[in-house]
Structure formats: C-alpha cells, structure tokens
C-alpha cells in the first residue's frame, strides 16, 4: 500500500533550478535587502528548502530564522558544511565559506514561505484551495469538507491537526501542530497535484496566518467557524489573533500573490458563521477582496440557514434552507455544534456549485472524527467521551451539551482537564470558572506542561474553579499524572453519569520539557475501565493482555 511518505518522494522536484529565480521571486515580493552580486546566476538549487540546518541536503537552501527561543543564524555554519548552496539570511554573516551564496532579506520567516512556493513549483495555482481557521471545530469542518468534496467528485487533500490525506491515502499527524512549516506545506501540496486531488483542505490556524507558513498560497475559499479567547501568549491581543484570521479572508483577493486558475472554475468565496459576533469582520473581509459571502447558522438572513436540530443515539438530524432550496441531513456526529460544522460544507458546496444531494452524502457519510466527541463503550453504567476541547469556549460548549443530556438521565458531569504549558496563561482560570460551573467533580491534569511547573499550571486552572465555588479535595482535584487523573475520575462515576476527557482528544505524545511521553487518551481510558472490572461486555475484564477494540 502506498503511504504518505512515499507520495511526497515522488513528488518532490528532480530537476536543478537557477536560484536565480528564487532571488528575483524575492525582489519581486519586496523581500531583498541587497543583491548578491551576480554570484547567484551560476548557482543551480538541487536540494530543496529548509529552515532546520540538520535536514539541508546537498546543494539545497537554508533560511536562518530567528527564532522566539533560538536564531536559526547560528547554524548558518552547520548548514554550509551539510552542503548548502545558499543561504537566507536577515544579515550577511562573515565566516560562511566563499561558495555559499548569502542572500539577504528583510525577514526571513516570510522569504522562507515563498522559497518554498518558489521550489515545489507553487502548486496551490494547480489547485482549489479552502481554507478554515476560527477558534474552535477546524478539525472536524476539515473533515466534513473532505468528505463532502468527495462524495460530489472532487478529490481532496487534507492537512489538518488530526491527519493528512494525499490522494487517498490518510495517515495521522503526529506534530503538535495544525498547519505545517511551508517547506512541508508546500511539498503536501505539490503531492496532491500529483496523485490526482483538485481541491486542498487546510486547517489554518492564526500561527500560520502571522508567520506566513501560508506564503504563497492561492486561496479560493475561506471558511470562518468561530471566534472565542486563545493563543494570546503568542498574539499579544484578541485584536491581533483576530486580525491573522481575518487575514485568511483578504487573502482571497485576485492579484499577483493569488493569481486566476487556469481550469479552475470555482469562484472565491468567504463562508462565514453569522452566529458568531466576530462574523461581521469576516463578511467584511470576504467583500472587501471581491469574494462572494455565504454566511451560515440559525440568524435570520443567513444564506445557508439552520430550520431545526435534533439529537439522537449520538446523531443529528439537521434540517436546513439554502439557495438551491430546503433540506436535511442525517450527521452521524454527536454535538448540536456539529450543525455549524457541516452547513459551513453545505454552503461551500453552493459556492463552487457542487451538486447539494451529494454534498449531503458526503456529510452523511463522515463516521466520526478522531478525539472530537468520541465516545467510548465498554459495557460500564456511564459514558465515557474523549474531545479535544481546550478552549474556555469550546469547553463550555461541550460541557453544556453532555450536562443537559447528563441530567436527564439523572447523572452529573465528572471533568479531566489541563491547559498547554508556555501557552495562553490567561484562559486557565477562565477553564476553571466554566468547568466549576458545570461539573459535580473537577480533575485537573497534564496537558502538555513542556517546560512549566506542572502544579503550578494547575493551581492557575483551579483559581477558576474555587471562584465557582469548587473545593479542593471534595469536588476539585489536582492530579498531575494524567494516567491516574483519567483512573480516579472514572472510579468516581456513578451510573448516568458523563466523564469528559478534555485537551488530548487524538493528540499522541504529551510534552514535557525534556521528552515526548506516548500518549493515546482512548486507549488509557479503556485500560482505566478494565481494570475497573470494565471489558467491552460489561462483565470483569479478565487479567492479562486487553484485546484491542
């Protein structure tokens, strides 16, 4: 079976080019400080383009970033004795050997986006490209997308959080990060045109946004789901996470940077969450580029227009009025939000003309979506659910949907959570107010602490959940260890009961600072519930190996 890895070998350029081409490219876009005298013209590019100096290749590109931690200057030498043939730079540095080509440009994080297009033969003007940021269900609208664009005879690629599709062929992400650096992007990219895609699906976040990993890209349409309180340690503001998103829109413009499409007939078009306070500034963005907006949800106007919701078994049925005319689908997807989700693909399907009935078997179709809303049966009195919800907004969202469905049951709602280390410090106790608010039993835990005090992460995250009028050591616990965080919870539940396990959902390492610990949240979960007595009968789980499910 072909794999991934195997996909983007064989796609990647074969064929030497004049880096010549890369420093007029960089002129051309306002990137070069000075010219490197002629001394390029003769150089030929054989090894790709990176920013890490220990994957340069022979006769390839490196481009020295500073860093927040580290300036990537300081492995200009590394990388010219691994056989660079140029290097990017922010300031000519005086020890490289006389072969290397120094290029200098103003900022390098933004020359490396586009030595990258320049490399792969910007492939994003090969193919329809949608884009999707918002705060929360990215991952799950990438998905429905894919799905969707499938079902109506589009192939689609998908790079996202969870996975990554190339022709098919899907393989889990195993970084911590949604949109990849732009030599990786682009390289993905280019694998699509080659094994057959005419549409990318790219998840692309705020970082990718402000560091221009998107450099390069022709965008041809824009998907906003919400808007709430995250990453402010990296953007300074809300204002500012909001304008790198907004980004997303204005970069729907027609123009040199993102060129017409040959053979590519869908128009460029902003969809965007009318339910959303933030949705103004997106519509405004979509029109200001000369897009065409289709807004979604349940306000009165919306293009794409949500009639009713109803739940059932974990499904949704979701009734609807669009352009081409009223309807309904059957989601196989727990979470009324999974509504917004999927009309957003309802609407892009009306945006590129796509044929509804098959929108809606795409939609149909989508059996799940790793860590998001996933729960978990074997055999015991309560549910179990693992999302990767890490956000206050998509916290309270998912809390608020499994207490109402607790409740009615006659159960409470048991919570395992904690928050990223040397990430937003701010949302911490806004997560400790709305879990203390909604839960009868507060577990705080690991997340992915890296290089913090993993007790003082959680005290921050508890601060909230006392405001709420939790108490530590009855209905508020600070557990560390998150493989006895998810046992105590679990131990604790009483039939009827919901236990949310929040923040990891498909993620498969947990960060510390010196180390990536494996890490499989449905798989500690069912081992916790075996040796509860727990098995997928509902009966004692016997001793020895768990068979897998």
Known sequence: ??????????????????????????????????????????????????????????????????????????????????????????????????????????????????AAAWWYGDPSRELGVVGITGTDGKTSTSFLAAAALGAAGVPAGLLGTVATQIGGVREV??????????PQLQAALRA?????????????????????????????????????????????????????????????????????????????????????????????????????????????????????????DGRLRVAYDAPSGAAEVRLRLAGRFNAWNALAIVALGEAFDLDPARVRAGLEGLAGVPGRMERLEAGQPFSVVVD?????????????????AARAAGGGVIVVFGSAGERDREKRPMMGRVAGERCRLVVLTDEDPRGEDREAILREIAAGAVAAGRREGEDLLLIVDRRLAIRTALEAARPSDVVLLAGKGHEPTILHADR????????????????LGWDDAGVPAVPGPRRSR
Do not use: C
Request: proline share 6%; no cysteine.
């Open 388 to 404: 990767y919800a890490h956000s206050p907004a998509s916290l309270r969202v998912v809390l608020d949907e499994l207490g109402a």
């Open 192 to 312: 699509m045109v080659a094994a057959g895609d005419r549409v990318a699906v790219v998840e692309t976040t705020s970082h990718a946004l402000a560091l221009e990993r998107v450099g390069g890209i022709g965008y041809d349409a824009a998907i906003f789901t919400n808007l709430s309180h995250e990453h402010l340690e990296f953007h300074g503001s809300f204002e500012a996470y909001r304008a790198a998103k907004r980004s997303l829109f204005e970069r729907l413009a027609s123009g040199s940077s993102n060129p017409p499409k040959p053979g590519l007939a869908w128009p460029r078009a902003g969809i965007v969450n009318a339910d959303d306070p933030a949705g103004p500034v997106f519509a405004a963005a979509t029109r200001e580029a000369g897009a065409r907006l289709l807004t979604y949800g349940e306000a009165a106007g919306a293009d794409v227009r949500i009639r009713s919701v109803a739940e059932e």
């Open 1 to 114: 079976m072909t794999t991934l890895t195997e996909l983007l070998a064989a796609a990647e350029p074969r064929t030497p080019r004049p880096l010549s081409g890369l420093v007029e490219r960089l002129r051309v876009a306002g990137r070069l400080r000075s010219d490197p005298a002629g001394r390029y013209l003769a150089t030929k590019i054989r090894g790709g383009v990176t920013e890490d100096s220990r994957a340069v290749r022979p006769g390839g590109v490196f481009v020295a970033i500073p860093g927040a931690h580290v300036d990537g200057h300081r492995f200009a030498a590394d990388a010219a004795t691994r056989g660079a043939a140029a290097i990017v730079v922010e300031r000519r540095l005086p020890d490289l050997p006389s072969r290397v080509v120094q290029v200098v440009v103003d900022r390098s994080q933004l020359a490396l986006a586009e």
């Open 516 to 531: 990536a610990e494996p890490w499989n949240e449905r798989e500690e979960a069912f081992a916790a519930l075996a040796a």
């Open 173 to 182: 992400n195993v970084e911590h990060a949604t949109t990849p650096a732009a």
